[in-house]
């Protein structure tokens, strides 16, 4: 089976992050880039997949010129080739317009099956594996901490607050999944030898013929008018015990309506 | 990863190896350290992951399933996981040196038939050189492997064996001839050998995670295409994988060290004494900076010794020089950095007592430091 992972270079989560004083987005040139944790669960899946049914992976990737640590990572943990969409013109695409670009991207390629990260962990909407299916005509399985291939079907165990669903669909489909689903591997150095002879296919959005006007900061119905630094966090309250500090917690308590 | 490792690394393959590694020390190998250590856990599943991620044969050849990478990107991996933990690192430098005999000594066929397994990361080797009576004597060691038929059966025993028991394969030196340096041999035993054992683990007082113990050979039978280089050819077979071990250890000597200062800096930054952080205090910021330019001279000269081997030249003499400036800078730098760290330092709620219990081994293996300078000495006597 064909297999499309999407991956999206983040920052670094331990790192402090900026935001850009004139866009407003996140100053992504500050702080060193990585693949989106998550994602990486989506890798792992999709090589698991195929190495259980044969088949290929196939990483698509979209960001800024060097943000190509996060399908080299792919790459490296076994994935086939990569897709890289890349253009001055996609920086500020909100997720609406991300997905605009994803989905043409995929409409060059073949696959019974594209996998991504539930979330990205710098603006976490999560509405990109939703959006994406919408724009494909393509059933969604979101949330997936399991994931069955029979055939042409498909059968997800989707989290949810109270335990799992189980959705079934039929291929081609795109599912999100999460941290549970299984434990991704670490790069081999083999791996990473291998991984810079693997192809990489390097798209514009002229190449791709996409309007520039229908993604980037022109193609985003999201804006952000406005955005202040977090204070710091106020110290913590001390009650020290002098007979009545029973009655001091249960105060506070109350006081944060908890009792 | 940092400017100055960056450019110690002289291939973006290199980086992207050492980035591995760092990924590895930190997610798999920094958590666990402490627990293992105070409970003496050999880490064997750290060994798979790590030799599954290919770091068991970095120097040798691709050909045989190796990285192909030069001492002076392998020794820097060694560095790294000895920084998160000493006795991976130690260990890595132990199997490298325990494949070392066979990738340069022994025949295309031998190295075909078990080169690959043994650095394919499913394999870990040990080395059996040392004996209960000769340590740094080694050349008068006196376990015996007597020709027989087309077999070598072995007897005595072997002391201080890193991994004793727990490897896949050792690499031993024992007598085929006459007294003296010229009348030892190698021989690789599988670890299933009827009559090879290993006695109860060495109750050491640190690096405890690395299992430390005699192997007793008692008429140990070894096929005879198992035997490795020349007849008698053993000691300097020995020796020369000593000058590659030597380059092993001091390299982990600087990981410990880097993670003693490590420690000892962050502490200084935020312990406040006397209305500043103490490392403002010139008494303690000196002593991290003497600890700081102890731990990276000894990179350099690891490193400058690994450039020769590298270049196919001579570095016995370098590699003693590396072997004895790095461990003693190790001894004096976790010294230092329980000083720094002070109360807090000698409790166990903090590393740093345990990177001066390790430090202390690394002063002793591989060739004491005594022996390093009579290397140092010799060869600067024959000039």
Redesign the interface.
């Known amino acids: 089976m064909k297999i499309v992972v999407l991956v999206k270079q983040v920052p670094d989560t331990a790192a402090d992050k900026r935001l850009d004083p004139d866009t407003l987005a996140v100053d992504r040139g500050a702080v060193d880039g990585l693949i989106n944790e998550m994602d990486e669960f989506a890798v792992e899946e999709a090589l698991q997949l195929v190495e259980k049914h044969g088949g290929e992976v196939t990483v698509v990737s979209m960001g800024p010129d060097d943000a190509t640590d996060a399908y080299k990572k792919a790459l490296?943990m076994g994935a086939d080739k990569a897709v890289f969409l890349s253009d001055p013109a996609l920086a500020g695409s909100d997720a609406l317009a991300t997905s605009e670009a994803l989905a043409k991207v995929l409409g060059t390629l073949e696959y019974d099956l594209v996998i991504l990260g539930s979330e990205a962990s710098d603006a976490r909407t999560s509405l990109v594996p939703a959006l994406l299916a919408e724009r494909l005509g393509l059933p969604q399985l979101t949330f997936a901490s399991k994931v069955e291939v029979d055939g042409s079907a498909i059968r997800v165990n989707r989290l949810t607050d109270y335990g799992h669903d189980v959705v079934e669909a039929a291929l081609p489909a795109v599912v999100s999944v999460v941290e549970k689903i299984n434990e991704p591997r670490?790069?081999?150095?083999?791996g990473?030898?291998a991984a810079?002879k693997k192809p990489v296919e390097a798209l514009d959005l002229a190449g791709l013929g996409l309007d520039a006007g229908s993604v980037g900061w022109a193609g985003s119905r999201s804006k952000v008018l406005d955005a202040t630094v977090a204070p710091p966090r106020a110290k913590g309250t001390i009650v020290t015990d002098e007979g009545n500090g029973g009655s001091e917690l249960v105060g506070f308590l109350a006081s944060k309506k908890f009792v | 990863m940092d400017a100055i490792r960056r450019a110690l690394l002289p291939t973006?393959?290199a980086q992207?190896?050492f980035e591995?590694t760092e990924?590895?020390g930190r997610e798999e190998l920094a958590p666990r350290a402490a627990a293992a250590e105070a409970a003496a856990e050999f880490p064997r599943d750290v060994f798979r992951?790590i030799g599954?991620?290919?770091?068991l044969g970095?120097p040798y050849d691709e050909e045989y399933g190796g990285?192909s990478q030069p001492y002076a990107v392998y020794l820097q991996v060694v560095e790294e996981l000895a920084r998160h933990w000493l006795a991976v690192g130690l260990g890595v430098s132990v199997h490298t040196l325990s494949c070392h005999a066979l990738a340069e000594y022994g025949t295309d066929k031998q190295r075909k038939y078990w080169l690959p397994d043994m650095i394919g990361g499913e394999q870990l080797g040990a080395y059996c050189l040392s004996e209960p009576e000769h340590g740094s004597d080694a050349a008068n060691l006196t376990t015996r492997a007597a020709a027989d038929g087309d077999e070598y059966v072995i007897d005595g025993t072997k002391a201080w064996i890193t991994h004793g028991g727990q490897a896949d394969f050792y690499t031993v030196l024992a007598r085929t001839g006459e007294p003296g340096a010229r009348g030892i041999s190698a021989f690789l035993v599988d670890s299933a050998a009827a009559g090879l054992s290993a006695a109860e683990p060495e109750h050491k007082m640190g690096m405890r995670s690395s299992t430390t113990s005699q192997m007793v050979f008692e008429g140990v039978r070894v096929p005879a295409e198992r035997q490795i280089g020349e007849l008698g050819q053993g000691f300097e077979i020995a020796m020369r994988a000593l000058d590659c071990g030597r380059l092993g250890i001091a390299a982990c000597a600087v990981g410990v060290a880097q993670a003693a200062l490590d420690t000892a800096t962050a502490y200084a930054k935020q312990r406040e004494q006397f209305g500043k952080p103490i490392i403002r205090h010139e008494a303690v910021g000196f002593l991290l900076a003497d600890m700081a330019a102890r731990t990276e001279v000894g990179r350099a000269a690891y490193l400058a010794a690994a450039r020769l081997r590298d270049l196919g030249l001579p570095f016995a003499r370098q590699a003693a020089i590396a072997k004895l400036h790095c461990t003693d800078a190790a001894m004096q730098t976790t010294i230092d950095a329980v000083q720094v760290l002070g109360g807090a330092g000698y409790t166990t709620d903090f590393p740093v007592e345990r990177y001066l219990r390790e430090a202390k081994v690394l002063q002793i293996v591989e060739g004491t430091n005594q022996i390093q300078r009579r290397v140092i000495a010799k060869a600067l006597e024959r000039g």
């Not at chain 1, 670490?186 to 083999?190: A, M, N, Q, V």
């Not at chain 2, 599954?52 to 770091?55: M, P, T, V």
């Open positions: 490296q670490y790069p081999s150095f083999k990473i030898m810079k | 973006e393959e992207a190896l591995l990924e590895l992951l599954r991620s290919g770091l970095l990285g």
